[in-house]
């Protein structure tokens, strides 16, 4: 039997509500450790250190950091980081002399390595937070591909986002596991198309006086279960 931890647990109370339970779980997760950072590790020289290096957080991670309130929390980690960038700026001002012609119009040497200079060491660490965690979820549902209980959660859910149907296929190294995984999602997508046929169909002029029904949302639905719950993946995954 496969021991039962705390992911497991969680997965199951989250399939039942709307959306990919692993991006629901990342973004309940995402604000837990960012509140943690704010009310327990803003001194911390270690947290300060990482926040320097990745110059601050992502840019969806700064936004949802500065709207939790804690004003003096993203002060202190900031100015550490944004002392650092200055440092850099001031050394490189020393070293940039004013000769140059015609070539300086396509960017010059010294501008290209003080953007270099400029560029975080580390990732965000939400960001970062948010990959690892990723990655323990995606492997309990894997391991637990064949396990009655997540199966009954897992099929009667949206099913995964496509980002994290991916992952999932990519952990999974059981064919039988992995049969079970696409059975279930191959029945996800199936009605969610049909949801959307549905849409379309009652869309249609010549429909006009039938009633919309749930398929109403499933326009709304498919660009969640394509691209990802709202405020999960943000640019990360442009990144190479
Ligand atoms: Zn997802
Ligand atoms: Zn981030």
Redesign the pocket.
């Given at each position: 039997m496969t021991h039962k931890t705390f992911g497991y647990f969680d997965l199951l109370e989250t399939f039942p509500k709307p959306?990919?339970?692993?991006?629901?779980l990342?973004l309940r997760d995402t604000h837990a450790f960012l509140d943690s950072i704010m009310y327990e590790y803003v001194m911390d020289p270690e947290t300060q250190n990482k926040f320097r290096d990745s110059r601050g957080l992502c840019d969806q991670h700064g936004w949802q950091i500065a709207q939790m309130g804690s004003g003096l929390g993203v002060a202190v980690l900031y100015e550490r980081a944004l002392g650092d960038l200055l440092e850099t700026l001031n050394a490189a001002a020393k070293g940039i002399t004013r000769s140059g012609g015609l070539s300086r119009l396509r960017g010059s040497k010294e501008g290209t390595t003080l953007a270099d200079a400029l560029e975080p060491s580390q990732p965000c660490i939400a960001c970062k937070h948010l990959t690892e965690s990723e990655a323990r979820y995606l492997k309990e549902i894997s391991q637990h591909a064949n396990d009655p209980k997540l199966q009954a959660a897992y099929s009667a859910s949206d099913g995964?986002?496509?980002?994290?149907?991916r992952g999932l296929l990519r952990v999974t190294g059981s064919p039988a596991r992995l049969q079970t995984l696409i059975a279930m999602q191959t029945d996800i997508w199936t009605r969610l198309r049909a949801e959307l046929n549905e849409f379309m169909r009652k869309s249609d002029f010549n429909n006009a006086g039938e009633k919309m029904g749930a398929e109403g949302s499933s326009w709304r639905r498919v660009v969640?279960r394509l691209g990802?719950?709202h405020g999960?993946?943000g640019l990360r995954r442009l990144k190479p």
């Open positions: 959306g990919c339970a692993v991006c629901n990342l995964l986002c496509l980002e994290h149907f969640a990802g719950e999960v993946f």
